[in-house]
């Protein structure tokens, strides 16, 4: 064999991938759920296209030629900027979904090992799997490029921020793609997988930024100018945001930091987190082919095994071999159903420390037995930790800074915690029937006389137990804020009616969607999707629509959508009822109306559209009310079609 | 116990099920064979009230399974070709759990779980937790589940699938007990030789068809097999084989392995013949048995080996 012909053996393409990559691609194109995809992100791509061409269609139609010559240029901008944004967050989330079974499919599958006999590499592995889903994101990148390219036509839109945008995104998309890659070596779920790359993301783009700010205000504004832009090369959504400044002024960023630049922190960020996976997979996959299943869980549940399993019988108290001839009279059927007088079971005695009695509900107590923290690994634990240590750092120093008698802070952080609330229970609440389905329990317990009602109450109750802990933080920022009397005592009680009904709203759609779905995933990512749809999208659209709409009149229907919305809802009654001015705002909102505490207390004041206390409070019983319902509706279905697609 | 009628479940464009009907009398093991996709399970699926058939009915005790799918629940003990496994319990608890589904008493919970750890040989594994079991003491555990509730009909899919040689006898020795206890048990398997031993009734299905369903004698009738007979001589066996195949009686006759295979001719049910005619000719009979068909023989004979 040749030099030239040697090293091509090492370099080529395919020594990266090795046969993975073919077989992903055949997989994927046989999977109705990517056609699907492209689908449902090329309708929505439009869409939002539409409706920004509605609200800049009412500005080009007015003024004479030239205007509308300008007018159009700068709407080129605003389409190209839109859909660039929406490219570059859609592309994001894609990424982590699609990237988050990569590896933990294969563990899943019980074939990770199986790959690790045959002389395939961990590189091979790791490189295949994100080849393929990376190959997915060109294509849905490549959907839009011919909008951002004909809409050029307009003017004004340059090359550079065609060029910067597609390759920001591409980049960031890949850095949080092969973080979900990483994260799936260690879990099994892929909604885990997805929450702790949110998680991760939230930490890098979201939570150090804002450490940053804080620190440079601290500093009286020295070494501004440095951490700016640090951030603008290893914050892509700074670099993005300084991309778009550019485009509609450009040569007006401050900062004189390259896109190539940033682009080029974030690839070389990739390929340290690839390295680190690259590595990782063969250990996790050796251990699986000796029987060993995850790096950390199995090595925990031993070591629990060995804490609980009895000391050897002795052999005067061993059974013998042939201990089934003896103990079968014990089994019939009288037998087994006669009440033993006195002798309590031998082993329940000796075991008894481990092993916990059921009361009630069988499939409550099943849910209430497991441990809120008891399968939560380590690195979560402390991705948790720094999460909230950033929160609350953020917290203490604006308190610090006195900022706290003002709403707004109050506002954001109920926002963000809420937040934090919100997103493991939309997802915790549709793995309660699928996680059954997986570990082939469900048709047990369908098999069993159990009423339908039963075991859904069982399920929700689970539900709601372990998405407690998410809302605690919540819970105590607003309860410490309103015992120091920064936030009125009714905010609390109005904050947990919304919460509540949303609790049990996500927890219907789970429980449905676990009854219409096999997999975990697939429930989990529907259950997002229905949130996001009807609390994002059907908001944004409608207010772009009634923003842009200049014959029907949109905002009966904008108002119905985005009143129960929670988000607005929690920020609404934080922003009225917190900080110490929290009586001073009369900005007008223009929905049905405005939230207590502003005065008048006792009357509806129709010209300004304000609401009494009693208004207000009935508005969000009224939600609350309205998602419980909707909530109660779906459990009912779900109890319908639980004993359908079982297998 | 249980009576199939007409019994049909398609999926799609697939019939898995079409127009079965059978019958099991209380107290009977019976053994239901048939090729991979035969639809073995879909018929246990039904059975266990998890499908929903097409059309057709099935009965349980005397039970519309469609209709009274609760109480038909609570007369049935299914163990499927899968164990489902709760990850987070132990052996004690998860038979507790399945106690309390099945509605049990509390009082009466610990002391059954207990009875059926021991029957199964499980006591030693009650403080372990559920997935950390080998397949054989899952496959252990599934039939404990299925004895917790005490049923009057045990249907199970493939029990002893993946268990020891050991672990097999004692599975069977324990379903020959459960139908001393008046158990009715409708039980498959690819280990032929198995139900052979401890079923009184087996069906062959193909294709979603019944094509056969009888006792182990009417498969001998059924394949025309008790007309096969094996004499040993005394002396090479040759020129007795070559005596016997002259007759008009016998289809054919071959030495082999120190014996002489007969087969007579359809309708010929007179064993006397050959012993008659060998002593008449002066060969010493040393042994002559009719050959039991095996029921993989007759599972081979029966089916095509094709697959839905």
């Given amino acids: 064999m040749s030099v030239a012909a040697s090293i091509w053996r090492h370099v080529r393409p395919a020594a990266f991938t090795g046969p993975i990559l073919d077989k992903e691609l055949r997989v994927s194109s046989r999977r109705r759920r990517m056609y699907v995809l492209r689908t449902a992100y090329l309708l929505l791509m439009l869409l939002v296209v539409a409706f920004t061409w509605m609200q800049i269609d009412r500005d080009i139609s007015r003024g004479d030629s030239i205007s509308r010559i300008e007018q159009m240029s700068r709407s080129g901008m605003i389409i190209v900027a839109v859909t660039a944004w929406f490219q570059f967050l859609a592309l994001q989330l894609v990424a982590i979904v699609l990237m988050s079974t990569a590896i933990s499919e294969e563990i899943h599958h019980g074939t990770l090992g199986t790959l690790m006999t045959t002389p395939i590499t961990g590189l091979q592995i790791v490189g295949g799997k994100l080849a393929s889903r990376l190959w997915h994101l060109v294509v849905l990148l490549a959907i839009s490029l011919p909008v951002l390219t004909l809409v050029r036509i307009f003017g004004g839109v340059s090359w550079t921020f065609v060029v910067s945008s597609t390759c920001i995104t591409l980049s960031t998309a890949l850095f949080l793609g092969s973080v979900s890659l990483y994260f799936s070596i260690f879990n099994r779920r892929s909604y885990s997988v997805v929450l702790k790359t949110i998680r991760t993301a939230v930490v890098l783009y979201a939570l150090l930024p804002a450490l940053l700010a804080m620190l440079t205000a601290r500093s009286g504004g020295r070494g501004s100018m440095t951490i700016l832009r640090i951030l603008a090369y290893i914050n892509p959504y700074f670099t993005m945001a300084l991309a778009t400044t550019d485009l509609q002024r450009p040569g007006s960023n401050p900062f004189a930091v390259s896109w190539q630049g940033s682009c080029g922190v974030v690839l070389a960020a990739t390929a340290l987190v690839l390295g680190v996976s690259v590595r990782i997979v063969r250990k996790v996959a050796l251990r699986q082919a000796t029987g060993e299943a995850g790096l950390f869980i199995r090595r925990r549940r031993r070591k629990r095994e060995d804490l609980s399993l009895p000391p050897p019988l002795p052999a005067s108290v061993a059974p013998p071999a042939g201990a089934l001839s003896m103990s079968l009279p014990a089994a019939t059927g009288e037998a087994m159903n006669a009440q033993a007088p006195a002798a309590k079971p031998r082993r329940a005695r000796r075991t008894s420390k481990g092993i916990r009695e059921i009361t009630g509900s069988p499939v409550v107590w099943r849910e209430l037995r497991q441990g809120t923290l008891r399968r939560v690994g380590v690195f979560s634990i402390l991705g948790t930790c720094v999460l909230l240590g950033g929160l609350i750092t953020m917290i203490a120093y604006t308190a610090w800074e006195g900022e706290m008698k003002f709403s707004e802070p109050h506002t954001i952080f109920v926002c963000i915690l809420g937040l934090l609330g919100l997103l493991p229970t939309i997802m915790l609440a549709a793995t309660g029937i699928t996680t059954e389905k997986e570990s082939r329990a469900w048709p047990l317990l369908l098999a069993t006389p159990m009423r339908e009602s039963k075991i859904l109450w069982g399920k929700a109750v689970g539900i709601w137990r372990r998405c407690l802990p998410a809302w605690m933080p919540l819970a105590l920022y607003v309860l410490v804020f309103t015992a120091v009397g920064l936030i009125h005592p009714i905010v609390p009680l109005c904050l947990a009616l919304t919460a509540a009904g949303v609790i049990v709203f996500l927890t219907g759609t789970g429980l449905y969607l676990g009854t219409l779905l096999r997999r975990t995933t697939a429930a989990v990512t529907a259950n997002i999707c229905v949130a996001l749809a009807l609390w994002v999208l059907l908001p944004v659209l409608l207010i772009m629509a009634q923003i842009g709409g200049k014959e029907v009149s949109w905002a009966p229907v904008t108002a119905l959508i985005t009143w129960p919305n929670p988000g607005v809802q929690a920020g609404m009654i934080t922003e009225k009822g917190s900080g110490e001015l929290r009586n001073r705002h009369t900005t007008e909102i223009g929905w049905p109306g405005r939230l207590w505490p502003n005065p008048p207390p006792n009357s509806y004041d129709r010209s300004s559209q304000k609401m009494t206390l009693a208004q207000s409070a009935a508005t969000i019983f009224t939600c609350t009310a309205g998602y419980t319902v909707l909530g109660a509706l779906l459990f009912w279905r779900a109890g319908r079609r639980m004993r359908k697609n079982i297998f | ?308």
């Fill in chain 2, 1 to 308: 116990m249980i009576k199939i009628t007409g019994l049909t479940k398609t999926y799609g464009r697939l019939t898995a099920l079409e127009s079965l009907d059978l019958h099991i009398a209380s107290g009977d093991i019976f053994g239901f064979i048939g090729p991979n996709g035969a639809g073995k399970t879909t018929t246990m699926r039904v059975l266990a009230t998890l499908l929903e058939p097409t059309a057709g009915q099935a009965w349980i005790d005397g039970l519309d399974v469609r209709r009274h799918g609760r109480e038909v629940r609570r007369r049935v003990g299914y163990m499927p070709d899968f164990m489902g496994v709760y990850d987070d319990l132990k052996v004690f608890e998860y038979l507790e759990f399945f106690a309390a589904a099945f509605e049990l008493p509390r009082g009466q919970r610990r002391k059954t779980v207990s009875d059926v750890l021991e029957l199964t040989d499980l006591t030693g594994k009650s403080d372990a937790l559920v997935d950390s079991l080998s397949r054989g003491m899952q496959q252990r555990l599934g039939l404990a589940r299925v004895l917790v509730h005490d049923p009057k009909v045990l249907i199970l899919d493939e029990p002893a699938s993946g268990l020891d040689p050991r672990a097999r006898i004692e599975i069977r020795e324990l379903l020959k007990e459960l139908k001393r206890m008046g158990k009715t048990i409708m039980i498959s398997s690819h280990i032929l030789s198995e139900l052979e031993e401890m079923c009184d009734h087996v069906g062959i299905i193909e294709k979603g068809r019944l094509i056969f369903a009888g006792t182990m004698d009417q498969i001998h009738e059924r394949l025309g097999l008790s007309s096969r007979l094996i004499v040993r001589v005394a002396g090479p066996p040759e020129p007795a084989a070559a005596l016997l195949a002259g007759l008009p009686q016998v289809e054919a006759a071959k030495a082999a392995e120190g014996a002489i295979r007969i087969t007579l001719r359809a309708g010929q049910k007179d064993d006397g013949l050959i012993a008659r005619t060998l002593v008449m000719a002066g060969i010493d009979v040393m042994g002559l048995a009719s050959e039991r068909i095996r029921l993989d023989d007759a599972f081979l004979s029966l089916t095509a080996g094709a697959v839905q």
